[in-house]
């Protein structure tokens, strides 16, 4: 199904019902432009997305014509954390990515492993809440082949990113959460690569994930450890990320 198709068939689903979820879908798949989601109600839920694709259906990719000339940066684009400053003095050498929680085999991989898996690459678009949009190519592993390595245990539920800087002053790190089904899905990567370069501190250097159904505060940056749980109840705030802490949708469709 196409998007327009796929709202036309959802705003059929919910209109017995009366439900408004979906107005304004069609203002955001004409124009592509995501400005106050929040607000107007304008994310799909998991469970109405879910309806009617598949866990597996892909975002729309892009041709490198259509890449925007400056991958602006969001919310932190300069973490000042001391442990992460020093490994981005040594271009992150000595960084390793721990996969840890619910798994079978806990793993300490440095960007040379993280290089050395099969790859995948995507140009998207990313939509940030704020109103902004920009399309990019990135590059890198698939989450599930990392997850395939470290064996997740089947009560696991969720993953959860861990990162390196701090939106408040150092009060709490920012943290993301989705669930396996995302993890999963083909486009969800591990990028180290933006258009053809080393990730670039402002969008996340070393490495960031890509989440592709979802809005852009869902793909953490800087990230230092992936933590497999069962439950999001006792992590920081509770809701499975730090904005989801300060009110915004834990599942933010597209
Ligand atoms: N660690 C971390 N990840 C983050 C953020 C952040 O402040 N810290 N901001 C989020 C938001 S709101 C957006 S829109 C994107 C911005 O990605 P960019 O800097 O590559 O544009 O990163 C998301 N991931
Ligand atoms: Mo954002």
Redesign the pocket.
Known sequence: MSPIERRRFLRALFASSGASLLAGCDRLSQTGWVGKVLASGEIVSKTSQRLVTRSTALVREFSEAMISPD???????D?QNPAYLALAADEFRHFRLEVSGMVSKPLQLSLEDLRALPDRTQITR?????G?S?I?MWKGPQLGTVLDMAGVLTKARFIV?R???S?DGGMS????SIDLEDARHPQTILAYE?NKQPLPI???APL?VRVERQ?????????SKLELVDSLAGIEGGHGG??EDQGYEWYAGI
């Open positions: 991958f602006r940066g969001n919310g932190s684009t973490p990313h939509d940030c809440v704020e902004w920009a990019g990113f990162c390196f800087d939106l790190r920012y943290y993301e933006l402002k969008n996340g960031r809005l852009g505060y869902k793909m953490a940056k800087y990230i730090y904005w």
